[in-house]
C-alpha cells in the first residue's frame, strides 16, 4: 500500500527559486526519508529525519517534520537544473535489521534555466 | 567502488516464461529488498531478507519468488502466475540497525513483455 501522498504531483520551477514539496502519512513511523530519482535510474538517499525530531538540514536541504499532522516537507533552496528529478518520501517501520520502507508517489521537479 | 549491481538492465519475458533478476551488493550489507515501481508511481515492497536463507513477503509477493543463498545476493524470479510484469524493478540494502539507515539502491531492471 503506499502510505505517502506528495503535493504537488508536478513542480516546475526556474534556476535560483526554491522548491518545496510535501509529504502526508497515515500511520505511526520511526522514521522518515527522502529519495530521489533521475530518469531511469535507480533512488539515492538524501536525508533521514527521525519520528523525534522536528527539522534537520543538509545543504541545500532542509526536511521538516510534523508528526501530530503526519506530515514531512522537503525544501530545495537555490535550485539548479541539475535538481531535475523525481523525489519521494519514504516511512519507515523498524522490522529487526530490516527497515521496511512504504513510498509516496513523488514530486517531479523540473528546473529550468 | 562498493554498490549493489542488478542485471540485465533490460529483459523480455515471453508468455509462460519465468525469468531472474539478478542483484548482488558488495557493500557487506545484511538486509536486501526488491521493489517494484510502475510509471509515474511510488515503490512497492516485494519481498526482503535480514539474513541468508531467510526472507518475508512484502505488499506485492504474489508471482514472485526470491533466494538468499549468499550474503551479497538475492536474485528475484517473476514467475508466469504474475500476469502483469512490466514494470521497473529495484533491489536495495541496508547494513546491520536497518531501520535508521538509508537504502542502497541499485540501477535497476526493466522488464516488458513480448
Known amino acids: 500500500s503506499q502510505q505517502g501522498e506528495e503535493d504537488p504531483q508536478a513542480l516546475s520551477i526556474q534556476e535560483g527559486e526554491n522548491a518545496t514539496m510535501n509529504c502526508s502519512y497515515k500511520?505511526?513511523?520511526?522514521?522518515l526519508q527522502w529519495y530521489r530519482q533521475n530518469s531511469g535510474r535507480g533512488l539515492v538517499h538524501l536525508i533521514l529525519?527521525?519520528?523525534?525530531?522536528r527539522e534537520k538540514h543538509s545543504g541545500r536541504l532542509r526536511v521538516t517534520l510534523d508528526t501530530s499532522k503526519k506530515s514531512s516537507s522537503l525544501l530545495i533552496t537555490a535550485s539548479r537544473a541539475a535538481d531535475t528529478a523525481s523525489y519521494f518520501c519514504?516511512?519507515?517501520?523498524?522490522?529487526?535489521?530490516?527497515?521496511?520502507?512504504?513510498f509516496g508517489t513523488g514530486t517531479r521537479l523540473q528546473v529550468t534555466l | 567502488d562498493g554498490g549493489i549491481t542488478q542485471s540485465p538492465k533490460y529483459l523480455f519475458r515471453k508468455e509462460g516464461q519465468n525469468v531472474t533478476l539478478s542483484c548482488e551488493q558488495n557493500?557487506?550489507?545484511?538486509?536486501m529488498y526488491w521493489y517494484r515501481q510502475d510509471p509515474g508511481q511510488g515503490l512497492r515492497l516485494i519481498y526482503y531478507?535480514?539474513?541468508?536463507?531467510?526472507?518475508q513477503k512484502g505488499d506485492i509477493a504474489e508471482g514472485y519468488s526470491v533466494s538468499r543463498e549468499k550474503k551479497e545476493s538475492f536474485p528475484l524470479t517473476v514467475t508466469s502466475a504474475q500476469k502483469n510484469p512490466t514494470a521497473f524493478y529495484l533491489c536495495?540494502?541496508?547494513?546491520?540497525?536497518?531501520?535508521?539507515?538509508?537504502?542502497?539502491f541499485g540501477d535497476g531492471t526493466r522488464l516488458s513483455i513480448l
Open positions: 519514504a516511512t519507515a517501520l523498524n522490522t529487526g535489521t530490516a527497515s521496511k520502507l512504504t
Open positions: 531478507s535480514q539474513i541468508v536463507n531467510d526472507f
Open positions: 536495495a540494502s541496508t547494513p546491520k540497525g536497518g531501520g535508521y539507515q538509508p537504502q542502497h
Open positions: 557493500l557487506n550489507h545484511d538486509a
Open positions: 500511520t505511526s513511523i520511526n522514521n
Open positions: 529525519i527521525r519520528s523525534n525530531e
